[in-house]
């Protein structure tokens, strides 16, 4: 899958695993939301959550072969800055694994979000490619060995949220 990122630039640049990821070839950064393609938004205030529904099925054209995320500071972010074209879908509960929101739920930086976005979609591969240059990116897998895995196996949005509910249950 593609992965494109409209990319904010209001966080530190030394930290920022979108543009570390736009060095590495594995993902486009886009200044501006009318130059960033259509696909599936990764968007934590969609109703819809991700699930292997979603996976691209030949026919459904490139909008549905691309992940995309937006890149800001959690403290920027809001439901406004998600106006971008595409199908909208949230992550489930994941851990972060990144030093700076370790072991926080929901708080993903964009790498981790397109990891676990690409292994709910079946494409474990991609996300252990991607995660591989940062030096923390095994930990997050391994905090989420288990969801992953489980939300993967889901047949829809309904099966993935409910699997979810098993987690914030124990929370």
Same mark, same amino acid.
């Given at each position: 899958?593609?992965? /494109?990122?409209?990319?904010?630039?209001?966080?530190?640049?030394?930290? *920022?695993?979108?543009?570390?990821?736009?060095?590495?070839?594995?993902?486009?950064? /886009?200044?501006?939301?009318?130059?960033?393609?259509?696909?599936?938004?990764?968007?934590?205030?969609?109703?819809?959550?991700?699930?292997?529904?979603?996976?691209?099925?030949?026919?459904?054209?490139?909008? /549905?072969?691309?992940?995309?995320?937006?890149? *800001?500071?959690?403290?920027?972010?809001?439901?406004?800055?998600?106006?971008?074209?595409?199908? /909208?879908?949230?992550?489930?509960?994941?851990?972060?694994?990144?030093?700076?929101?370790?072991?926080?739920?929901?708080?993903?930086?964009?790498?981790?979000?397109?990891?676990?976005?690409?292994?709910?979609?079946?494409?474990?591969?991609?996300?252990?490619?991607?995660?591989?240059?940062?030096?923390?990116?095994?930990?997050?897998?391994?905090?989420?060995?288990?969801?992953?895995?489980?939300?993967?196996? *889901?047949?829809?949005?309904?099966?993935?949220?409910?699997?979810?509910?098993?987690?914030?249950?124990?929370?």
């Amino acid at each position: 899958m593609e992965l /494109h990122v409209r990319y904010e630039g209001d966080d530190d640049p030394d930290k *920022c695993s979108a543009r570390k990821l736009a060095r590495m070839d594995e993902a486009e950064l /886009h200044r501006a939301t009318r130059s960033t393609p259509p696909g599936i938004v990764l968007n934590p205030f969609a109703e819809q959550a991700l699930s292997p529904a979603d996976r691209p099925t030949p026919g459904d054209g490139a909008r /549905h072969s691309r992940l995309v995320a937006l890149d *800001c500071s959690w403290e920027t972010a809001e439901r406004e800055a998600f106006d971008l074209e595409g199908v /909208h879908r949230s992550l489930p509960f994941l851990v972060a694994g990144n030093p700076v929101n370790y072991g926080t739920a929901f708080q993903l930086n964009t790498v981790e979000a397109f990891a676990g976005a690409l292994a709910i979609l079946g494409e474990r591969d991609h996300a252990e490619r991607i995660l591989s240059t940062f030096s923390w990116g095994h930990t997050f897998l391994e905090l989420n060995e288990e969801p992953l895995e489980r939300y993967a196996n *889901c047949e829809d949005s309904s099966d993935v949220i409910d699997v979810q509910d098993d987690y914030l249950a124990e929370e």
